[in-house]
């Protein structure tokens, strides 16, 4: 029975280092948050600037990323880089439909970057 569960330890702590969670940089962003920002960058800038903030929220850290101009949704992404919802944004609005509680819900908030660029 030890060896088993020796063997499942080893698994999680290697099947843990390889996830996406475990590759944070100096500011403990995930290694696709910077991907993320050296897309940006690459871009044109957009007006209003483009940003990406952390939150809490429904007991996860998620990142939100503000539209760039009217009727373009906005996008919410767990830990992993995977897209949770769009909260805003749109024709109408109010997003996608998917997390309408978003705005209400969300705690400590924290600018993780802004492009510094102007048209």
């Known amino acids: 029975m030890r060896i088993i569960t020796a063997i499942a330890l080893t698994f999680l702590i290697w099947a843990w280092g390889c996830s996406d969670i475990g590759s944070l940089d100096g500011s403990g962003n995930p290694s696709w948050v910077n991907q993320l920002i050296v897309q940006f960058q690459n871009a044109p800038p957009g007006n209003p600037p483009q940003s990406i903030w952390r939150y809490d929220y429904k007991g996860q850290t998620v990142y939100y990323v503000p539209a760039q101009c009217c009727d373009q949704f906005s996008v919410l992404y767990d830990s992993k880089g995977n897209v949770i919802c769009a909260p805003d944004g749109g024709f109408t609005g109010g997003g996608d439909g998917r ?8 705690k400590n908030e924290v600018l993780i970057w802004r492009d510094s660029r102007t048209r």
């Open 99 to 106: 997390c309408p509680d978003f705005f209400r819900e969300r």
